[in-house]
C-alpha cells in the first residue's frame, strides 16, 4: 500500500510539472502566425522535406515539448570559436602535423590569442584573428568590434615536451601507436527524425541562426548586425525509444540590429525573411508562438555586450542537448586531441547505423587515456529503438570503425587544413551539415 501510495504521489507531481513545462513563460502575448508562408529560393538555405508523420496527434501523455539554441558566428564566444579554427587551418595548412590547443578571448575591442601550438607553419595569429572577425562583420566599433582598430595580444607556448613524447613521440610514432592527447569520454548522436540525421530542434534552431547572417551579409535586412541567438520548442510524440516531431511549439530569436529601426519593423522582417524560409510549412501551426526580440532593444552587441570565450557553446556545436556531452570543446584543438576527433568518429558511428536502418536513434561513447592508442571504452545505445540487439550493432560498430586516435586522423584525413575547413565548423554546428565535404565524418560508411 505504502509503494502504491508514493506511485500515486509521484504520478500527480509529475502531472503538475507537465503542466508547469507546457505554461511556463507564457506570460507575454506570442505573435500571430502569419497565414501566407512565402517559399525562399535564394540563398544556400531552403525548406528541408523533413517527413511528418500521418497520425500526428495533439498533446496527449504520450508528447512532450524538447527545447535547442543557436547562436549566429557574431556571439562573443563563437567570434573566439573561429578565431582559434582560424589559427588551427593556418597551420595545418602549412604543416599537416602541428599541434595546436589555441584559445581565444574578446572584451570589448580588446582580443587575446593563446595556447600552446607546435608547428612548423609561420602564422601572423593576430593577422589572422582580425581576418576572422572581418569575415564575420565586426568593421566598426559601432557594431561592438572593430577588427582594425582593435588590440589583439597573443601569448602562444610551444606544446609541453612530456605531452608530446606521451601522445606522438615528438613526431616519430606510426599512424596506429599515436596516443590520445588527453584523458576523456565523447559522444555521437543520430536520429532519423530529419534527412541529415540530427534532432530537428538543433537543425531549426541552427538554419535560423544561419539565415540570420545570410539576410544580413546579403543586404536583404540591412538593418541586422551579427550579433543574434535563436531558440526553438517542438513538440514530439514518443513511440518507445522513438521520436517523432509533431509541430513547432515555439520560435524565439534576438537579433542585433541598429537604432534606426522599430521593434515591429524587426519582427515583421525575421518572420517573412528568417523564419518562413527556413521552418517547413508542415510543422508551423497557428498554434506556434513567436517571441521575436522579446528584450526588445538590442543595439549594443557583441564584444562590447558581453566577453566571449573559445569554447562556451559545446551544446549549439553539437546535438541541442539530445544525446550526450562529454564535456569537451572542439575548437582550436589539432586533431591528435581527441575532444574533436574522438567526437567526430563517434557521429560518423552513429550516423551510420541509423542510416543502415537498424535503429531510430543511436547513441555511441568513446573514451581515451592520454598517451593511449585504444579506447578504453566503446558503448552503443540505440534508445530500445533497435532492429537488433544493440550487443550485435555494437559488435558491427566496432568491425567498422577503428578508434585509435591515429586511424582516425587518416579515416577522416583530419590533418588537411586551410580554406576555412575548421572555421566553417566554428558556426552553426559541427554535425549535419551533409553538403559540405570538408565535414567528412557526416559521410555514412556500411557496417560490416
Known amino acids: 500500500m505504502r509503494s502504491l501510495n508514493l506511485f500515486r504521489s509521484f504520478g500527480m507531481m509529475f502531472a503538475k510539472a507537465q503542466a508547469s513545462l507546457v505554461t511556463y513563460g507564457r506570460s507575454a502575448a506570442p505573435l500571430r502566425h502569419y497565414d501566407a ?34 547562436v549566429t558566428e557574431g556571439h562573443p564566444d563563437k567570434m573566439c570559436d573561429q578565431v582559434s579554427d582560424a589559427v588551427l587551418d593556418a597551420c595545418l595548412a602549412q604543416d599537416p602535423s602541428s599541434k595546436v590547443a589555441c584559445e581565444t578571448a574578446v572584451k570589448d575591442n580588446f582580443m587575446l590569442v593563446f595556447g600552446e601550438i607546435t608547428s612548423r607553419a609561420e602564422v601572423d595569429y593576430a593577422a589572422i584573428a582580425r581576418q576572422a572577425c572581418r569575415d564575420i562583420g565586426y568593421t566598426s566599433l559601432d557594431l561592438g568590434f572593430d577588427a582594425d582598430s582593435s588590440e589583439v595580444k597573443v601569448l602562444v607556448q610551444q606544446q609541453v615536451p612530456e605531452i608530446a613524447q606521451s601522445v606522438h613521440g615528438m613526431g616519430h610514432k606510426a599512424p596506429e601507436e599515436i596516443g590520445a592527447g588527453d584523458q576523456g569520454h565523447m559522444f555521437g548522436y543520430a536520429s532519423d527524425e530529419t534527412p541529415e540525421l540530427m534532432p530537428l530542434t538543433h537543425q531549426l534552431a541552427s538554419q535560423l541562426a544561419m539565415r540570420l547572417a545570410e539576410v544580413r551579409k546579403q543586404g536583404i535586412c540591412p538593418w541586422a548586425r551579427p550579433d543574434g541567438k535563436t531558440q526553438v520548442t517542438v513538440e514530439y510524440l514518443r513511440d518507445g525509444g522513438h521520436l517523432i516531431p509533431q509541430h513547432v511549439h515555439t520560435v524565439l530569436i534576438s537579433t542585433q540590429h541598429s537604432p534606426d529601426i522599430s521593434l515591429k519593423e524587426v519582427q515583421d522582417e525575421l518572420l517573412k525573411h528568417v523564419i518562413e524560409p527556413v521552418i517547413p510549412a508542415q510543422f508551423l501551426t497557428e498554434k506556434t508562438e513567436y517571441y521575436l526580440n522579446p528584450s526588445h532593444s538590442f543595439i549594443l552587441g557583441g564584444p562590447c555586450g558581453d566577453a566571449g570565450l573559445t569554447g562556451r557553446k559545446i551544446i549549439v556545436d553539437t546535438y541541442g542537448g539530445w544525446g550526450a556531452h562529454g564535456g569537451g570543446a572542439f575548437s582550436g584543438k589539432d586533431p591528435t586531441k581527441v575532444d574533436r576527433s574522438g567526437a567526430y568518429i563517434a557521429r560518423q558511428a552513429a550516423k551510420s547505423v541509423v542510416a543502415a536502418g537498424l535503429a531510430q536513434r543511436c547513441l555511441v561513447q568513446v573514451s581515451y587515456g592520454i598517451g593511449l592508442p585504444e579506447p578504453l571504452s566503446v558503448y552503443v545505445d540505440t534508445y530500445r529503438t533497435g532492429s ?55 559521410q555514412v560508411v556500411p557496417l560490416r
Open 37 to 70: 508562408v512565402q517559399q525562399y529560393s535564394g540563398g544556400s538555405i531552403s525548406r528541408r522535406a523533413y517527413a511528418r508523420p500521418p497520425h500526428a496527434v495533439a498533446s496527449s501523455p504520450h508528447t512532450f515539448l524538447y527545447t535547442s539554441e543557436s
Open 388 to 442: 537488433v540487439p544493440d550487443e550485435e550493432i555494437q559488435e558491427a560498430v566496432l568491425r567498422t570503425f577503428d578508434f585509435r586516435p591515429g586511424l582516425i586522423i587518416q579515416q577522416l584525413n583530419l590533418q588537411r587544413g586551410g580554406s576555412r575547413r575548421y572555421q566553417k565548423t566554428a558556426a552553426y554546428g559541427h554535425f549535419g551539415r551533409n553538403h559540405d565535404a570538408d565535414f567528412s565524418w557526416e
